[in-house]
């Protein structure tokens, strides 16, 4: 009986978590295809524009730091969907959106960035107890980090150590902060 009530309880859980992703992404405005061309809404804005160019950087490790103590970090690619929303009184956006499975009711990474709050782009080279560390930290008018992007090792192709990022990478990032950055690698968004 006690396994049979937990089976009922893990079905139902299952349905309950099922419903709820279902509900919650038919919010979201759907995922596009990776190939196709940025939206009309977006394409103008300077960041779009730049992420488009950021391909080739491979795996990423974005960064969001909670000023009341969270951290996030997660792993995705800027050769993932860009799907533009819009949140009334609040502004435009962009979702950074990959890879949709058919094991997974929305895709498993999500990354959504306010682009009319964002300011600046700077491309900072900072120094860590493996090497150097490559980012891009998006920041508002006042200077506050919105989200730091940073190239991510490419452990496997280094036998399991840090420290050598992925093959290019560095080169596009170079070449990147060269295009669009001032003296300081800061790119003025608006």
């Given at each position: 009986m006690k396994h049979e009530s937990s089976v009922t309880s893990i079905s139902r859980r299952n349905?309950?978590?099922a419903g709820i992703s279902i509900a919650g992404s038919s919010l979201l405005p759907p995922l596009k295809a990776?190939?196709?061309p940025v939206a009309d809404e977006i394409k103008d804005y300077k960041l779009v524009q730049i992420f488009q160019e950021c391909k080739d950087l491979g795996v990423v490790?974005?960064?969001?730091v909670n000023p009341n103590g969270a951290v996030l970090e997660a792993l995705g690619k800027f050769d993932y969907s860009l799907v533009p929303f819009e949140i009334p009184g609040k502004g435009q956006y962009v979702r950074i959106a990959g890879p949709n499975s058919p094991d997974h009711l929305v895709a498993s990474f999500e990354c959504s960035i306010n682009l009319d709050n964002a300011a600046i782009l700077a491309f900072d080279k900072l120094y860590g107890p493996t090497g150097e560390l490559y980012s891009l930290r998006i920041m508002n008018d006042k200077g506050d980090k919105i989200l730091s992007i940073l190239l991510n090792y490419d452990i496997e192709g280094n036998g399991g150590k840090p420290g050598k990022y992925y093959k290019g990478a560095v080169e596009k990032w170079e070449e990147l902060r060269k295009k669009y950055g001032d003296a300081n690698g800061e790119v003025k968004l608006k």
């Open positions: 349905a309950l978590l990776l190939a196709e490790r974005f960064l969001s």
